[in-house]
């Protein structure tokens, strides 16, 4: 994207995240800071289960979602229902809680949004997690893979599109016209991504993974979070809704990324994997 390809509207937008990325300093939508919060909970030596219970309970939303997330097929055990935030985070497991207050971020940011971009912030919201759901289903099969891993990056790989729909509430008459904010969110979302991982404290090989999905498959068998993440993303049934696939189908993407190891492989996989996935989608649903 060229200076001259946008408005002075667009302009002005296009200055700020470039300031704000040249300075290292993102300014966070309000409903971004909780997640700052728990990062430095759980980064916290001192911090034990009470601290980050006491934490989580302060959002109503966030501890109800805990609460389900442990009585959920993903991570249930035993016949005896979980009742309490303090029961839930232990049962779950503080490295599960970052990636569910993310989600639950981005899906306050959907429901936000200006009427003119809720629609796409919400299929948004949807397209994501259903790739997370997909890419903790499969990573499940490959020993090289972090299954949770693959669950956070699934989350996070577009919280740069949500950072950036969250920014341009501030600019109505950007929003207002469709077709140039999404070529801001499509150029911006993979730098403003990074930088909004590493500030929520997110390894750097996952950011590093992140980036890489948007860019190459290393090839079959997939080994790596990238290509995991890479597969969840093309074979996800809610497409982006700021990606321009150019008027080509779900299918075709998915003949034209994987056609050359041939259909049964790939198929094969996703089968294998389809109830985990419908069993984590229910639960990042919730």
């Known amino acids: 994207m060229t200076e001259e390809a946008i408005s002075e509207r667009g302009y002005q937008f296009f200055r700020l995240m470039e300031s ?3 300075s290292g300093e993102l300014n966070f939508p309000t409903c971004m800071e909780l997640g700052l919060r728990i990062r430095r909970a759980l980064d916290d030596p001192e911090s034990g289960v009470e601290e980050i219970s006491r934490i989580i309970s302060v959002e109503p939303l966030l501890a109800a979602h805990v609460v389900r997330l442990a009585n959920s097929a993903m991570y ?3 016949g005896k229902a979980v009742g309490d935030v303090r029961t839930a985070v232990m049962q779950v497991g503080v490295a599960a809680i970052r ?3 993310l989600a639950l971020i981005a899906r306050q940011i959907a429901q936000s949004s200006s009427a003119s971009t809720r629609a796409r912030a919400d299929q948004l919201w949807r397209y994501t997690i259903e790739v997370a759901a997909l890419a903790w289903a499969l990573a499940t099969d ?6 949770e891993q693959a669950l956070y990056a699934g989350l996070v790989h577009r919280i740069g599109s949500f950072y ?3 920014r341009a509430n501030d600019f109505p008459e950007l929003i207002a016209e469709d077709g140039e904010l999404s070529d801001l969110v499509r150029y911006w979302s993979p730098r403003i991504s990074r930088e909004v991982l590493l500030a929520l404290g997110t390894p750097g090989s996952v950011a590093d993974a992140v980036e890489d999905a948007e860019v190459f498959f290393e090839g079959w068998p997939p080994r790596s979070l990238s290509d995991v993440l890479y597969i969840a993303s093309v074979c996800s049934e ?9 008027g080509v189908s779900r299918e075709a993407l998915m003949d034209e990324a994987f056609g050359r190891i041939g259909h049964a492989e790939l198929y094969a996989m996703l089968d294998n994997a ?6 984590a989608l229910a639960a990042l649903q919730a």
């Open 20 to 22: 704000e990325l040249a």
């Open 76 to 78: 249930r055990r035993g």
């Open 99 to 101: 990636p569910m207050a």
């Open 142 to 147: 490959i020993p090289e893979v972090s299954a």
């Open 164 to 166: 950036l729909i969250a």
């Open 238 to 246: 809610t497409a982006d809704p700021f990606e321009d696939r150019g």
């Open 274 to 279: 389809a109830q985990r996935r419908k069993d």
